[in-house]
T-cell receptor, first 108, second 113 residues
Framework: RKEVEQDPGPFNVPEGATVAFNCTYS??????FFWYRQDCRKEPKLLMS???SGNEDGRFTAQLNRASQYISLLIRDSKLSDSATYLC?????????FGPGTRLSVLP | NAGVTQTPKFQVLKTGQSMTLQCAQD?????MSWYRQDPGMGLRLIHY???????DQGEVPNGYNVSRSTTEDFPLRLLSAAPSQTSVYFC????????????FGEGSRLTVL
């Protein structure tokens, strides 16, 4: 079983749609949680951290359920520029463990 | 603002050749790491370092060596390249304490024939 699993995707949605990504992690000792964004043929970049209380950054909302070992990312009113691969990342010890990513295509 | 600099961006090798991927950061980050990214596999950790003189293995270390003689530099050496090492390689660094922001280089695309 992979340490971090994500929806396989790809997700193809129209502009303005709301889309949700799911992620599960296997190691209950994981300390911190993040969503990264990776554009095609580019390096990953931090989108947002994920806190137990849930957190929001504009159109993006992240949630963490430690009991279920589950992380989510919600994107509201999706834009063409949101098209990318979204990576769920878990910090365990000193190292960051990446999920395989879910590709999102926002269509005009 | 240089951040994390990786070279070369592209490289083609023949099986059995050796090469070094260079990585340098100017942010005084203690933590540095190398990942490889393959389709459908996500980023997998090859080696990492928590400071000068300290290195450790990640998930997929076989066939790779690293060293960390300075805080700034963390080169990755392929000892005898194999086609299975065809991949995109990313170097990344982070501030102490694992705040979550990994700063990545632009990546190095390696093809082994």
């Amino acid at each position: 079983r992979k340490e971090v699993e994500q929806d396989p995707g790809p997700f193809n949605v129209p502009e303005g749609a709301t889309v949700a990504f799911n992620c599960t992690y296997s190691n209950s000792a994981s300390q911190s949680f993040f969503w990264y964004r990776q554009d095609c043929r580019k390096e990953p970049k931090l989108l947002m951290s994920v806190y137990s209380s849930g957190n929001e950054d504009g159109r993006f909302t992240a949630q963490l359920n430690r009991a279920s070992q589950y992380i989510s990312l919600l994107i509201r009113d999706s834009k063409l520029s949101d098209s990318a691969t979204y990576l769920c990342v878990v910090l365990y010890g000193q190292n960051f463990v990446f999920g395989p990513g879910t590709r999102l295509s926002v269509l005009p | 603002n240089a951040g994390v600099t990786q070279t070369p961006k592209f490289q083609v090798l023949k099986t059995g050749q050796s090469m070094t991927l260079q990585c340098a950061q100017d942010m005084n980050h203690e933590y540095m790491s190398w990942y490889r990214q393959d389709p459908g596999m996500g980023l997998r950790l090859i080696h990492y370092s928590v400071g000068a003189g300290i290195t450790d293995q990640g998930e997929v270390p076989n066939g790779y060596n690293v060293s960390r003689s300075t805080t700034e530099d963390f080169p990755l050496r392929l000892l005898s390249a194999a086609p299975s090492q065809t991949s995109v390689y990313f170097c990344a660094s982070s501030r102490p304490g694992g705040t979550g922001e990994l700063f990545f280089g632009e990546g190095s695309r390696l093809t082994v024939l």
